[in-house]
């Protein structure tokens, strides 16, 4: 082979690859484009006013709506919200400023591997904990199992946070002669916000979509459940209840539903991230 | 809580190197100052989340032990499912479990790495940073809406267009042989490749980005391509932290559990044909678990529990090994 071909056919191989990464980009952004089209396309057309306000309607009849899941959504969610996030962040809290070599290093590992599990383990857990003890479902056992969840992200991001405040600010606190808990509770994470603020809501769009672990947790109900201590029903649950089903009605349904939850999840991840893009200590991200 | 003692007892604490002063008074001008409390709170916060793991794998262990003791490792090695008999064996639930996320990272891995080489070599970083975004929300899609899509808008595609083609083309290897009605460990293992293909481009990218540039100006002055150099000199740099982003995303979808149960056909079966229904290990857990009557029969299923526990934290552990290896960033929250 003469210098000039081999020249010649490293260029194409440069070229042609080059090309192929630039269209495997193509393909995944199309493909992201006709999901989130298909999605708002479909759901929009299927969503109306019941939706929002109407029971469902029993099984075989049409129109109804999703009233008792969205409000059993917000119940779960604003339980799993009061469990997992003050746990986390008090353990990040205790990671960033306060944490010794082995421990610190022990309850960083665990987290990791709690961040790992999948979410229908997670389940399981929530009802050996909560089910089998009670022996009924309940809301607050999907509350628990999603709250479970949200504790590992929690930690991370309120520690990330923190941890990009510069430590000038701790030492002039401290320099005034502030107790540290002081200087933590007035100067460090005041500054550290915006992030932590951001951590919070990323943490519940992501358990907000959550199906899994509210199967055998909070069950599901066609009915207004009140209190805690009653099988609930959630939105997730009835896209996947109502998408599996027959029933040509139930699959409007749930694609109404599915646009309902997945706004919800895109507005909260979104304006998070533009909190998160404005902030001053923002981890460098 | 100003007073001078508080000061000097505050000043000592905090000089980096001196021993802190362990006499009584000095603990109660802390303890009355507040720092005690403070101390204790976060502790317990961070003892409760040790906690919380350990009880996790504890209830587990503990409730799955009828299955454990009555099928020991023959659990893992048997294919028959049959709760009417009281046979438990999770043999067809590990094998689809396995076959589609085989099938996700076949796909998925080439189309991520590549798209992240184009986000992180080629794009200008305006695009690369909003096309990044872009590919980020997709995480956030919930896994039940994926399927969603699967069912009713992928399932007829495939039917319709891509079986056709691998029948015609593939057909006579056993992997695309026989009936297609739908359901199928191939729908499941393109649903999955959508799933985790925003993990490997975010992951793959970053650590792609956290090459230093004169190994790209290096191998450029020496005459390479540009894709001489990225294939030959920046991948291999980054190599450690794209497996990390592999592996994450080998255990998002192993444990991944609505688009698998909605799509995959939940048919307990042993079939070399992606074509045919199959079962995995989290969609057998959704689906029987409330259906099951008696003990052994939940303590079967919380030992699937606990094997898919197992795989993913092996594998999630991997993953963190060569993604901290590589690049300093949180993995965890992305």
């Known amino acids: 082979m003469t210098e000039a071909t081999r020249l010649r056919s490293r ?5 042609v690859m080059l090309g192929l990464t630039g269209l495997f980009t193509i393909i995944i952004a199309g493909a992201l484009l006709f999901i989130l089209g298909y999605l708002f396309i479909n759901g929009a057309r299927n969503l109306d006013f019941a939706f929002f306000t109407q029971l469902p309607k029993p099984t075989g009849e049409t129109g109804g709506g999703m009233a008792n899941a969205i409000v059993g959504s917000a119940k779960i969610l604003g339980m799993a919200t009061a469990i997992g996030v003050p746990i986390g962040f008090l353990g990040g809290v205790y990671l960033a400023e306060y944490g010794n070599k082995s421990f610190a290093f022990a309850v960083r590992y665990l987290t990791d591997l709690l961040n790992g599990v999948p979410s229908i383990v997670i389940g399981i857990f929530a009802f050996t904990l909560v089910v089998l003890k009670a022996k009924h479902f309940s809301a607050f056992a999907g509350g628990m199992a999603l709250g479970l969840m949200m504790i590992p992200i929690s930690v991370r991001s309120t520690e990330e946070f923190l941890r990009a405040v510069p430590n000038g600010l701790r030492e002039g606190a401290l320099a005034l002669g502030t107790p540290k808990w002081r200087a933590l509770a007035t100067v460090v994470i005041p500054a550290a916000k915006d992030g932590i603020i951001t951590g919070i809501m990323l943490n519940l769009a992501r358990v907000a979509g959550e199906t899994a672990p509210l199967l055998f947790t909070s069950l599901n109900n066609r009915f207004w459940s009140p209190g805690i201590n009653q099988p609930t029903s959630t939105l997730p649950v009835m896209i996947y209840t109502y998408a599996l089903s027959p029933y040509d009605d139930w699959h409007r349904q749930a694609w109404a539903a599915g646009f309902v939850l997945l706004m919800l999840i895109l507005t909260i991840n979104v304006s998070a991230r533009m909190i998160l893009s404005r902030s001053r200590y923002s981890g460098g991200r | 809580m100003h007073s001078s003692e508080t000061l ?20 109660a001008l802390r303890f009355f100052s507040g720092d005690e409390i403070a101390r204790a709170l976060v502790t317990i916060s961070a003892a409760l989340i040790l906690l919380v793991t350990v009880l996790l794998v504890y209830e587990l262990w503990i409730n799955s032990h009828l299955a454990r003791e009555k099928f020991g490792w023959h659990f893992l090695t048997t294919q028959v499912w049959d709760p009417n008999a009281g046979q438990f064996g999770a043999l067809a639930f590990v094998f689809g479990t396995v076959v589609t996320s085989f099938v996700a990272l076949l796909i998925a891995v080439p189309l991520g790495v590549g798209a992240a080489i184009f986000l992180s070599e ?17 995480a956030a899609v919930p896994s039940v809406i994926y399927g969603l899509l699967g069912v009713f808008v992928l399932m007829p595609l495939i039917k319709q267009y891509l079986h056709p083609v691998l029948k015609g083309t593939l057909g006579w290897t056993p ?18 490749a959508v799933m985790i293909l925003p993990f490997i ?29 990225t294939w030959k000199v920046v991948v291999p740099f980054a190599q450690r932290g794209i497996y990390g982003s592999v592996f994450l995303a080998l ?71 060569l993604v901290s290896s590589t690049a300093k960033f949180s993995v965890s929250s992305t």
């Open chain 1, 11 to 15: 260029h194409m191989v440069n070229n």
């Open chain 2, 8 to 27: 000097k007892v505050q000043g000592e604490a905090r000089v980096p190197g001196t021993k802190r002063n362990p006499g009584a008074r000095a603990f």
């Open chain 2, 122 to 138: 080629l794009a200008p970083p305006k695009l690369s940073n909003a096309l990044t975004f872009c590919i980020e929300l997709l």
């Open chain 2, 175 to 192: 992997l695309f042989s026989g009936p297609f009605y739908g359901p199928s460990m191939l729908v499941a293992g393109i649903v999955l």
């Open chain 2, 201 to 229: 481009v975010s992951v793959s990218r970053q650590v792609l980005l956290a090459v230093p540039n004169d190994q790209r100006e290096g191998a450029l002055a020496l005459g390479a391509t540009k894709w001489e150099s």
């Open chain 2, 251 to 321: 255990a998002r979808s192993l444990g991944e559990t609505m688009a698998v149960t909605m799509v995959i056909g939940n048919t307990p079966q042993i079939k070399a044909s992606l074509f045919a229904p199959g079962y995995s290990i989290a969609a057998v857990i959704a689906n029987e678990f409330t259906e099951a009557t008696y003990d052994l029969y939940v303590h079967s299923l919380i030992e699937l529990g606990l094997v898919l526990f197992a795989l993913t934290i092996i594998i999630n552990g991997l993953a963190r090994l």
